[in-house]
């Protein structure tokens, strides 16, 4: 019984830490999104308009790993059992994405627009190959940054 107990805290706990970090990684990822709203990001290659002279363009990159805590992993187990969307695992590759496009944004600085974005996610960790569950994932996210000569 103690040991039912003992396990149900550290779950609790695991629950609680998780849920905050998450909230907290969120208002950071909203705030810079509202930083970010003039430079635009398209996967189209060919959206330059004919006789805009092109000042800089170069390559830029974002990435992040990050994990998904105790509790969320043993929700993502149960539903494997019983099959159906795994709501867990949506807020992880949700936020590595914008936190990852948001380090190419920042890397791109005074640029006007980031032209052709890819991305790129990889489950990496102790756990990602062996035991087919999800430890953490990386993100790449990476872009042709354009600046108009003016």
């Not at 390559?59 to 990050?66: A, F, N, Q, Y």
């Not at 190959?129 to 000569?149: D, L, M, W």
Request: proline content about 1%.
């Amino acid at each position: 019984m103690q040991d039912l107990i003992v396990f149900v805290v550290l779950l609790s706990l695991g629950y609680f830490a998780g849920s905050m970090a998450e909230s907290k990684h969120y208002r950071s990822i909203k705030k810079r999104e509202l930083n970010f709203l003039k430079l635009p990001v398209v996967t189209a290659r060919d959206f330059i308009e004919k006789g805009q002279e092109i000042q800089d363009a170069r390559l830029v990159h974002g990435s992040v790993v990050i994990s998904i805590d105790y509790f969320k992993r043993m929700l993502a187990g149960l539903r494997n059992l019983f099959g159906g969307e795994v709501k867990s695992y949506l807020t992880l590759i949700d936020r590595g994405r914008r936190e990852a496009i948001l380090r190419m944004k920042e890397e791109a600085g005074g640029a006007d627009i980031i032209l052709n974005l890819r991305i790129e996610t990889s489950a990496i960790g102790q756990n990602a190959n062996r035991r087919k569950t999800v430890g953490s994932i990386e993100v790449i996210a990476y872009g042709t940054a354009v600046t108009f000569r003016k």
